[in-house]
Every structure is written in C-alpha cells, then in structure tokens.
C-alpha cells in the first residue's frame, strides 16, 4: 500500500486517495473537433518512468493534488498542489538520482 | 518429434534422454520478412499462424525476457466469450473455436478444459446486465444460460447462496464452452509448433528502438542483439506497449495497470468450474494441480512495477470467503501481479497504425489470455493481408479518433 | 507413559505438563512446547506423508516451517479444520487430533504407490505431451483422473465460524525474527527510545539460540540472555513483542504484512478470541533478521523417512528432547552437520560415521573423530534403502579424479544431511531489494535495498554467533538513529556458540549410479528430482523460470525454501553456465501461506460492505415491505397489502397513485448543496441545460454528460437563492457525480467561487403524488400558498414542514401532480409515519421502487444506467431539448458534436408495445428486423425497461433502436427462445403525452 504525501494532510495511506490520471492535462475547446478532441478524452501519458499524475485525498481534505511519481519503482518524488507548475523533471530526476 | 503416449512411452526406455529442444533458440538473423516484438502467447500464436496459415515463414520473434514471462504466465487461466457487443462476441468466440482444437493442432496438450464459467448476479442491476449479455449471446450463436440461484449452487456446490449475505446471489449466467486452460503450455505450445515451421524465437533480445526510411516505413527493429530488419512488425507486448509504440512516434490509448492474482495451496477437488462476481470483485476456479486460482482487481494508478497492495488482495478475499465460506481457512500459497493494458472502453487494438508496416495488438486489459489464439491468428492475417482482418477490423486504433468505440464496460469491470 | 524416544531431560518442553494427541486415529503423548513433528518423533513415529505425484512414503526434513514432507489436517470440528499444516508448524495441545493426508487408504498401505510404478513415464512435463487422443477423453477420461490424484488435503466442509481480527500499527523500527540478531537488534533500537515491534513466527523466542544447548553469552547460557533480553523488551513501553507472528509479506513504503496466530495452540480457546490477526504495519525501518535455512544434500533416493536435515535432528534433541532415530549416518559437506552429530551422540545416538563430502579434514572432522566418531573423507551416499523408512545406505568413495566407487553398505534408521545453509532472503526479495551473488561461499546475499531496511545476521550471511549479535546491535542502532533517536553508542558481545557454514555445496552430489534414471530428489514435496531438471534444459527450458514453470520445482508449498538454490546449480550446471548467469526465481509474497479469513478479516457478513439505510427504514419494514440493493442503500421494494405477490402489489400501487395519491422515501437519491457567488455559472458549465437565468424558486431537469458527451447522471436542480442551489442525482451516482463537480472545480476552474456539500444523508425525502398530493401535504407545509398558480410544477420552496425547517419541491417522476418535502433527516420517520397516516386516511398508499420503475415508464422517463449505458448522448436519449442551444463551454459540449454522435443511425429511445397486451417483454431482449434472425444478425436494439402497467391494461416497454424516432409505427422483432414476439415502435410517453396532469 503506497505512502502519498498529501500536500495538506501529510503523508497518508493510499487507501483514503482516489487515483485520477495524468496531470496537467489540457481540457479540449468547446470547438475542438477530430484529433484534438479524441487526444483529450482517450490518450494519456502512460510513461514508464517519471509521470506527472493527479490523486484526491477523498478521505480526508477532499483536495486534488498533484505528484511526480516513478512508476516502476512507485516512489513518489513529489506532491504539488494543483495549481502549481508542473516541476521541472528534468531537474527532479538529477536531485533524485543525486540523493 | 511428435508428442503422444506412444512417443512418451518410447522414451521412457531411453530414460527421456533424446527429447529434442521444445524450440530453437537462435542467434538473430539480419533480417526477416515479419518481426514480431513480445514473446507472450499472442505474439507466438501470430507467429505461429504466419507460418501455418499464410506461408509465411521467415519470422522472428523478439522477447526481451523469457517467453511468456510476461501476462501469459501470471493471469487465471479463464477462456469464455460470453461478451455483450457483436464486435466482441465475434471477436472472442473466434478464440474459443480455435482453443477447442488447439492441443490436437499444436500436438501440445494445453489442458483447455471446458468446465463452463458462472457469473453471478446480485442484485437487480446485475439482472439486467446479464440478461441483456444473454439475450445478444443467443443471438449470437453464443451458448449461454440464466441459472437461478439453487441451479447455480448446484452447478457448483458449495456456493453460498443465503438470503442473508450482504449481496445475496440471485442467479447467474453460464457459459458451459467456457473455462480455463493451462498457461506456460499455450506459450510452449505456440513456440515449439512455430519454431518447427521456420520461425526464430529470439529471447533475452529487448527492443530499443524502430527504425524508420525517409517514407516513414519501418525497416526493422533496434534491439540488444543489434539491429534486425524487417518490412512488418507486429508489436503485441501488453503492458509494455506504449514503451514500444512510443519508439515509432505513436501515442496509444493505453493505460498499465498493476493486476494481481493468488493461488491457494493445493486442495482435493472442490470448485468444478470458474466462478466469477463483478459486483463483490472476485473470480475464482481450481487448477488440475489443486490450486485455487483466484483474481483480483486492478491496482488504480499506472504501474510498471508488477506489484499492488495489500489491500486488494484482501478485498478479493474478503468476497471469495462470502461465495465460499468453507474456503476460510484456506491460506494463500503464492501472489504476484503483472500490467495490464487498458483501454477507455476495455476493448483491445488490433489493427494496423499510422506508421506503414507496423502493427499492433495490444489493449487486452485484463481480459487477454481468453482470446490468445484468435488474437494470434487475426494479428498474422493482417500482418499477412495488410489489410484488417474482418472480425479484427472494429478494434481499430483509430476508433479512438471517431468516437466509435466498442464499450465492453459494463461487461469488463474485473472480469476475465 | 514418556514416548519411547523422548530423552529423560533436556529440550525446552515442559515434561512436568503431558499432553495427549492423536494422529492417524492412533493416541500418543507428548508435551507442552512440542510441536506435533517433535511430539510424533518422541513417540517413533517416522512415516507423516506421501509425496505429491509418486506417492513415496515421506517423513519429516525439517523441524521448523519449511518442512515439506509432512503436511497434515488438524480437526477441531467440521467448521475448523485445517489441511496442509506442516507438521513442524502445528503447537500441540492437550486433544490435538490431526491427519495424514494425500493417500487411500492410509499412510502404511496407499494405493497412489502405484504410481511410482508409472514413474518413469511420469517425468517432469509427461502431461504436457500426452492427454490428447482421443480429443474427446480429456474432459471424460483424463482430466477427472489428474484432479482426483491432485491436491494435497481436503478444505473443510462447513464454514469457519472463527473471527480474524485486523490490526493497523505504526511504529519507528521493525525487527523481522527474534534470533540472536534480531534480538539484539530490537534491545539497540528500544535502548534508543525507538518505537519497536518485533516479531518472530515461532511460539519461542530466540531462534538458533533455542537448538544450541551450549551457546554462551556475556557470561550465561544463549538461552538465558535470551530470556533476559525479552524480559528487558517486555516491560518496555515502547516496545512490542510478537511471538507466534509471520512478517510475510512486504509492501510498498515500507510497510509490512504480519500474521498473528491467536488460538491455533490453545485446547480450548476463549471464544472472544479471535483465531488470527492481520498486522499492517508501517515502520520507518526495517531490521530483517530472518536467519538462515540448511540446505539439503541431492543424492540418491534422498526422499525416505528418516532421511532429514542434520539441524533439524540438532533441533529436534535440543529443543523437544526427541531423539529423531537410534542409529545415525552424517553426510555433510561443510562442518555444521558436525554438531547434531556430536549432539546426538552425546544423546546416546549410534553415530555409525560421518561421510563427508570434502577430500580434507577440517578441525570439525579432527574432533569428532577424537571424540570417537568414525569419519570418511571424499564420501558420498550412493544409495537409500528401506520400505516405509530408511534402514541402510550405501556409501561410496569420490577419488581426486571424479570417480565414485561403492565402499560399504551401513544399517542405519536416520540419516542426517547438510549441504550448508542458504541466507533467507525472501522477504528482503520481497522490497524488490537487489540480491548479489557472493562466488566465494555461493549465496545469494541482500544488495541495494528498495525499501528502508537493512539485514543483519545469517540472512546477510553472517555467521559467527557474536558477529550476529554485534552486526544486529549495530543495524538496530543505525535504524533508531535514522528516525531520530539517540543510540546508547556501540556494544558489542562476548559470545560463543556454534558458526552455521554460509553457504556450501549446492547441486547433484557425485554418484556411481546411472543419473538418467535414479532419483535424487531436489523438490521433494512435488517429486521434482536432478534428472527432472536436466530434462527441462535438454527440452530448451534455459531460463530459470522455465525450468521451474517447466518440472515445478519451488512452487509447492514450501516455495523452494529447501530446493531452489540446488535446482539453480543443476540446471546452471546441465547447461554450462554460473549460477549468477541463470539468476534465481522471484520470491513472491506470502513467506509461508496466510489464510483467506485473515485477509477477510472483519469484513464479512454484515460488515462486508457498509449498509446505507434511510430515516424510514424501520417503518418500511413494520409495513413489509421487502427490499432491494441500490448501490449500498437498502430501499423499499414494494408494500404488499394481505398475500400479495410483488406482480399484485404493483398493480394495485400504480393504480392508486393514479386514481388517489401515494407516498414514496425519495431520500437515496444524491443531493448536492452547491453554494457561492459562481453557483450558477459553474452548473451552467456542468451540465448541458441552461442554469444562468433559472429563476429563485425554480427547479429544472439537469442532464449531467461527461465530456465525451455520453449521458452519464440526471436530476433535478431547484435554486433556493441566487447563490444556493439543491442539486438532486440518481442514488447510485451521487458520490460519482459530486468527485467529478469537485475534480472541475479544482482543476480546471479553481477560479471559480463556490462550494459543494455533499447532503445526501442530510435530507430525508418523502414525496406524495398523484391527484390528492396537495390535499394531503397542506396541513404539513407552513405559509406557502400551494396553488398552482403560486406554486407550479418544477417549483421549490424554502419552508417549514411539520414544524421543522424544510424545502418544498413540485416534482414528479410519476406524471401526476407531485410534491417532495425534504426534512432534516432526523425528522424524516416522523414525517413520513405522519404523512403515509393521511395517505392512508385519503385512499391512498406507500408505493416502492418497483411501481416507481412502472409509473414513470409509463411517461418516458429515462432512468440513466437502465435505460442508458453510458453510450448515449442527450438527443439519444430523447432528452436533446435539455442542451442549451445558446450555450458557451460546457462539459460534453465538444464531445457530443463529434459527427459519430450526431450521425444517422444512432440508437434511440423509443416504446414498444406488443400485440397481446399480456406480454411482458423481456429487459434486455434484443430487437431485431425479422422474426427468425439467423445465427450473428446485426440487433437493432435492446429493451431497457419493460412492465405490465395495470393503469394502461398492457405490457409496455422502452428500447434503444437504431433510427428509433424514424420507425414509429414499424413492426420488429424480440426473438425469444419460445418463438419470437412482435412488436411495434411507438411514442415513448404512453401515459399523458400532454402532461396535462402534473400541472394539476
């Protein structure tokens, strides 16, 4: 059962979070038609490596957050909040490595 | 050399001393006409059928690990066709005709038993449902019943059909052609009948990379063992598919998930048949070593890592002791996991890509193993063709583009 | 009466407390701190098992849970029995009654002997290559035969009526095994101030410690410090001690999976105990010290009772006081067999010699000759005779060249072996750590952790007694420090017991027999021997998991504990290669196998999901009603008046609700309290309708898509203010539809200002329909002028209802005139008891889920997840007026424009009706254009929903038809197995297409 460290509560058991898929995720326009709209509803990141994905804690402060996680080794790098930039991985893999 | 009780008898009296190789494991040549990329049972048997069928021998297939390391030799072994939508009823009972001859074709005994599978139903929604997959199976030419609960416990005795369990079972489809079959011996079976028609079963080879011409084309493949060439590839590698396809510039609809599975130390027979409940999550049947095989759902986050949590396996549990409440003190012998993945409308990829020359077949979820042999031999034809094979020809990639997806939601969720 | 080959004095069994027992029908004695193994070995007792495929007579290995040969059922009762306990696991107590199992008619006299008749034919792998002819003998013939011959024992027939608890548990260090290193790993950590839990699978603590009978340390007996370490641990607060608990299995983030065992070893348990417990525990470290495991010497017919492993026979004399046999040979090839010899001669043993393997003596060898037993260099076994036991071997010299010539034929009744021992890495495996290979001793020993742990002790190859002790102190230390705490500083132990061999010999021992056809077993439970192996990599099995996926070796029920480092050097061996270069299987979870009430825990029966019950609950059933499952909600099926059967009940309601009035408990469905300046521009981005300019006071039917435009929840929404709306969703959606609110809100319009509550549990719901609603609900509703003209349908009304503060709703989901009053849900009994009361006095009555169904199909209304399946849009539907035309963004707006949803074609809500109005069509019966569609005809359609309407006088139905609107009048097809039902597309609204009657 994983550790996620919510941004708000702190570090909590996987089973009070809902997993909800890649983060950062652009809606498509209300106009959006062909590729575009499809890209949006059925393609996402499935990195094996490094992925930016978002959780919600619904047993506890109900808020959606986001981490980087390695989704080989399902070690969480880092929890954001949501409306942080997206980090910058490059660098996050250099200090983890490093560490 | 052919398998039979003769044959085995023969040897015997040699101490089993001259058996040859099951397959051959050669070292890559240069090229080949078709490259197919993932040593599971659905790469093999597209190998396979490629030679058998099409005449297509000059083949190779390419597995990073050890063949069938992959879901072949991690899932529950169940094989059913029971599905609602015509594309998938025509799709996975394609399969099950091939798997009830499939030992005599590959002169490999893949313990295919059809001891039929039971899905119950627990509440009125569940009614619904199955009664719709009934009515389009009938329709179909599927064979498939409504059992009540009594008719159900006494399919299978020792079902717990009591009134007074958090989700009593109110009934059940039956599909009797369904079952289960071995898994390592689909792989082997596939190997050793297409290794002896031609095809080059490469192992410990990954894929680092496709080569593409200046036209976009594949040329072949870029791998430990160096470069290998090819005008067709077909990737069929499961969980691993984005990373291959990722390789050619392609995006897939795909999502891996971790999935796990158990079995029990082994027991007399007690469990005749496969068992399976959508709305407590949780399937279970008996190997012919004794084995209870029993599954779970998937992990909820994309995963690599071919492990899940605790808590899963106990949710699966926790339902198979309210179907079996004799089954309690049963312990747990072994649990692993495997990726699975999964598609938004848990129906599988099989079908030609943007790239020219390059195939793929993967999207299975958690449901492939059932479909094997018809994924192998409707990925060969359309490697063969060039074209989709009919039955394969819905589950195209580019569905995804027109919206016309095949939604096997209601008759996946975390069934096998 | 002592059993026979109980030692006078000696071992860590209480002789003063003698218990009986019973195996196989006959009575023994034993002791407290026996085991059933030790107690059965006191008592002479050598045949337990018989081999899984040739059915060999089979006696114990080991003494501890890796025993593989003697698996056993213990019976308390039909509910609470066992099957496949090794017998080395099972404490005995005072009435134990316990049977062998895998054989008929009995041990002594099996049938599946036969088989070994069959052995050569049954190598490994023989199945995969015969079965097949004729085809159709596999499901008649062959298969009922292997299922009947498999399995090892028998599950119970009645259910466990035992309780498993579940325990969640945080603590700073973990110490996995109670052994020497653990414990003194545990004593650093607690010293610290570390919040510690140690476990230790056995009912004893102190591991090796408990079979050294001459061990010292810091002055006294091994045991001895060991008592006093777990005294010193006990009466610590911050310290838990574990004993009888398995650390089984590890998971990600350090946490890790125990199991308890509660009241296996008691006679007559307490019945509040419960009889296992599951930890989960999540440590900040963890300190593995798991010990090491002998391994076995592969030599000819290795497999007889009598034949065990030289610790285990050490264990057996020094910790149970058994004597395992009265005349012994030693193999061995490294000098830890030497101490069970010398041990057991001490004992009174016949040590007839010690055969080893080694072409020089070592100082073991020295001494044990000087202390008078014989001792043969470059000496293997050759052969194993006996019947239901071994009764004497062959002996045979290896000379320099490789050469094997038999010497001597020696009587014997117990052979001990020992090739040296394997490190336990399975649990560190487990944590996905990183296994290194060391060339010098050939172990595989813990690398590069995943996880945060450490190993310390024999399962980090350490040996030496006081280098475990001083190695665990210092991994125990380093693990309080890493949390925080402030170690005591360095310690180290004065010690000195016997050095286990690291490592040894692995592989085929040399032998002068013909190694095509002798058995010299390597997986000895699932009778997978040398020749087995080679057979796999002749076959081409080259990778390890072929050759054990292959013969099966390591996946019986010991999981290669005994047998996987050997069949690895055999199949390296056969095909030239190291043993890094083949690598090792994965040890998967559990260590030793948990069982399946365990990981169900508490969540059966009642408590196997929560039970959601409305505030009328209980009034329902004083009206007997029966009820059905909606999600977790229990809800009123219907209310049978005298013996009506669900078919009469329903009628009856329809046609009162109707013609009179009827009350319904609305209060499953979701209900979503949306609040704040942005209320109603974020439910206009939500849901297709226009929400901007709905009036205070109004209500509108929302239809909720997701953004692939597909109808995914329905409801209706009132706007109690300009900023407040109650928003209603289907029962099984609300949590669905509210995580999706909060998911856009968060994450893609947090600029937004409002705020959801989630009220479903909040407000009790009754609603009152039909001709008679106003009348009845009048006295309820306080200072709102219920009239049409004032209160129109698709109203709503903050109000005081029966004295409480309330909301008033006009809707109707029947077609007549309708009211909802939402009440606190504490008061929601009173007001229902108080309303069905007047309801009754009017002529009316209470009306469950299912005339709910019948009623509002007869106006067309859609029930999302019946009539929809999540592949249908609005217009599908038949709801395509709710999409605002005018409409910016909104969730599906994209989606459903796509030109594959708008396209011709698409299936469409319509009605059905058939010929005889008695015909009730089936749901989900599929629509097709003739009456006898052949084998794979394309369906036009399903039926969603279908009833008999007693208000109508005729079955009605609602289907998805492709082009469905288009075909009014057209005549299709449901084929049934009883011949095939015409049917015609009609209008969906078979009741009041007007509508005139909810604006009553």
Known sequence: MLLITCPYCGPRPEIEFAARGEAHVARCAPDATGDAIADFLYFRANTKGYLAECWRHVSGCGRFFNAVRHTVTDKFVTTYKVDDPRPDLAALVAEETAR | MHFSFLSLLRAAFSAHQNWPEQWRSPEPKSSYDVIIVGGGGHGLAAAYYLASEHGIRNVAVVEKGWIGGGNTGRNTTIVRSNYLLEESEALYDHALKLWENLSQALNYNVMFSQRGVMMLAHTVHDVQSFKRHLHANRLAGIDAEWLTAEQARDFCPGLNISPNIRYPVVGATLQRRAGTARHDAVAWGYARAASALGVDIIQNCEVTGIRRGPDGAVEGVETSKGLIRAKKIGVSAAGNTSVIMDMAGIRMPLESNPLQALVSEPLKPIISCVVMSNTIHAYISQSDKGDLVIGAGTDQYVSYSQTGGLQITAHTLDAICELFPTLRRVRMMRNWGGIVDNTTDRSPILGKTPVPGLFVNCGWGTGGFKATPGAGHLLAATIAKGEPHPIAAPFSLDRFARGRLIDEAAAAAVAH | ?1000
């Not at chain 3, 199992?101 to 599946?112: T, Y």
């Not at chain 3, 559990?590 to 408590?607: C, E, I, K, Q, W």
């Not at chain 3, 609110?741 to 937004?752: F, G, I, K, N, S």
Request: aromatic residues 8%; proline residues 5%; hydrophobic residues 40%.
């Open chain 3, 1 to 1000: 009466m002592t059993a026979s080959l109980r030692t006078p004095q000696g071992g860590r069994i209480d002789r003063s407390k003698p218990l009986r027992f019973t195996f196989d029908g006959v009575s023994y004695t034993g002791h407290q701190g026996d085991t059933l193994a030790s107690a059965l070995v006191a008592n002479g007792v050598r045949l337990l098992g018989r081999s899984f495929k040739y059915h060999r007579p089979r006696g114990l290995v080991a003494a501890g849970t890796e025993e593989p040969n003697a698996l056993v059922t213990v019976i308390r009762d039909a509910g609470r029995t066992t099957p496949n306990l090794p017998a080395t696991a099972v404490e005995l107590y005072d009435g134990l009654v316990a049977e062998s199992q895998n054989r008929w008619p009995s041990l002594k006299w099996d049938i599946g002997a036969l088989n070994g008749i069959g052995s050569p034919l049954f190598v490994s792998g023989f199945y995969y290559k015969t079965f097949m002819w004729p085809k159709s003998f596999w499901k008649k013939v062959y298969e009922p035969q292997i299922r009947a011959a498999a399995g090892f024992g028998k599950a119970p027939k009645a259910a466990d009526p035992d309780r498993y608890a579940n325990r969640f548990a945080h603590c700073d260090v973990l110490v996995v095994g109670a052994g020497p290193a653990g414990l003194a790993a545990a004593l650093a950590a607690a010293e610290a101030g570390a919040k510690v839990i140690l476990c230790d699978e056995n009912a004893e603590l102190g591991g090796s410690l408990l079979s050294d009978a001459s061990a010292t340390i810091e002055g006294r007996s091994g045991r001895d410090w060991s008592a006093d370490v777990l005294m010193n641990l006990a009466l610590k607060d911050n310290v838990t001690v574990l004993p009888r608990t398995t650390a089984f299995g590890y998971y990600q983030d350090n946490a890790v999976g125990l199991l308890e065992r509660i009241t296996d070893h008691m006679s007559d348990p307490a019945s509040h105990l419960p009889r296992e417990r599951l930890w989960q525990v999540r440590a900040k470290r963890v300190v593995i010290c798991a010990g090491a495991l002998e391994r076995p010497l592969v030599f000819p017919e290795n497999d007889r009772p009598g034949i065990m492993l030289a610790d285990a026979a050490r264990t057996y004399l020094n910790r149970f006081g058994a004597l395992p046999g009265r005349r012994a040979v030693v193999f061995t090839a490294t000098d830890s067999a030497y101490a069970a010899a010398i041990d057991l001669k001490a004992a009174g043993v016949h040590v007839a010699v010690i055969a080893d393997l080694r072409p020089k003596a070592s100082a073991a060898a020295e001494a044990a000759r000087a202390a008078g037993i014989r001792v043969e260099l470059s000496t293997v076994i050759n052969a194993t005779h006996g019947k239901l036991a071994v009764e004497k071997v062959q002996l045979a010299r290896v000379s320099p060249s490789g050469a094997v010539a038999p010497t001597e034929t020696i009587a014997c009744d117990l052979v001990l072996h020992s090739a040296g021992f394997t490190p336990t890495v399975s649990l560190f495996s487990q944590s996905r750590g990183k296994l290194v290979f060391d060339e010098a001793r050939g172990v595989f020993l813990p690398g590069a952790a995943h996880e945060d742990n450490a190993s310390a002790g024999a399962c980090n190859g350490t040996a030496d007694l006081s280098a475990c002790l001083n190695e665990g102190y210092a991994v125990g230390a380093a693990a309080a420090r890493a949390v925080g705490r402030t170690t005591l500083g360095d310690k180290t132990f004065a010690a000195e017991g016997l050095a286990i061999e690291i490592g040894g010999h692995f592989g085929e021992v040399p032998h002068a027999r013909d190694a095509t056809r002798v058995k010299c077993f390597v997986d000895i439970q699932h009778d997978v021997t040398a020749k087995d192996i080679r057979l796999a990599t002749r076959e081409g099995f080259r990778s390890i998991e072929h050759v054990k996926r292959f013969t099966t070796t390591g996946m019986a029920t010991d999981q290669g504990k005994s047998s996987n480092m050997n069949a690895l050097a055999i199949a390296a061996g056969h095909m030239g290669l190291n043993v890094p270069q083949v690598g090792l299987t994965t040890f998967r979870r559990p260590y030793t196998p948990v069982s399946f009430g365990a990981f169900a825990g508490s969540n059966r029966g009642d408590l196997f999901d929560p039970l959601r019950k409305t505030a009328t609950h209980d009034s329902a059933v004083a009206l007997g009603a029966p009820f059905e499952n909606v999600g977790l909600w229990k809800r009123a099926w219907w209310f049978p008046k005298a013996n009506e059967d669900m078919h009469a009940a329903v009628a009856r309601e329809c046609k009162t609700v109707r013609e009179t009035v009827g009350v319904f408990d609305a209060s499953t469905l979701g209900k979503i309290e949306v609040v704040g300046p942005d209320a109603a521009e974020f439910l206009h981005r939500m849901y297709v309708n226009p929400f901007l300019k709905l009036g205070v006071g109004k209500c509108r039917y929302g239809i909720l898509t997701r953004d692939d435009g597909f109808v995914y929840d329905d409801g209706v929404i009132g706007r109690i203010a300009p900023d407040r709306f109650h928003v209603t969703t289907t029962t099984g959606g609300a949590p669905r539809v509210l995580a999706m609110m909060e998911d856009y809100l968060q994450t893609e319009w947090p600029d937004l200002d409002v705020w959801l509550t989630s009220t479903t549990e909040q407000w009790a719901v009754v609603a009152v329909q039909g001709p008679k609603a106003r009348e009845v609900i009048a006295p309820f509703i306080e200072g709102v002028d219920l009239s049409n003209a004032a209160f129109p349908h698709m109203s709503v009304v903050e109000c005081t209802i029966m004295g409480v503060p309330g909301r008033l709703f006009r809707v109707s989901f029947t077609g007549e005139l309708g009211f909802e009053l939402n009440v606190p849900a504490d008061y929601g009994r009173a007001l229902w008891d108080a309303v069905h009361a007047r309801v009754v006095e009017f002529g009316g009555c209470p009306y469950g889920t299912e005339t709910m169904h019948v009623l509002r199909a007869e106006k067309g209304y859609i029930i999302v997840g019946q009539d929809t399946d999540g592949t249908l849009t609005p217009d599908d539907a038949g709801v395509g007026w709710a999409v605002g035309k005018t409409k910016g963004d909104f969730v599906g707006k994209a989606g459903m424009s796509r030109p594959d949803l708008t396209g011709p074609g698409r299936k469409q809500i319509v009605g059905l009706v058939a010929s005889d109005p008695k015909v009730v069509l089936d749901e989900g019966a599929q629509i097709t254009p003739m009456a006898n569609p052949p084998k794979g005809t394309h369906a036009l359609g399903h039926v969603t929903s279908a009833y008999h309407s007693s208000v109508l006088g005729k079955g009605i139905a609602l289907a998805v038809i492709e082009g469905g609107r288009a075909r009014m009048g057209e005549t299709l097809y449901v084929p049934m197995p009883t011949g095939a039902i015409a049917v015609t597309v009609v209008d969906p609204v078979f009741y009041d297409k007007e509508g005139k009657r909810l604006d009553a």
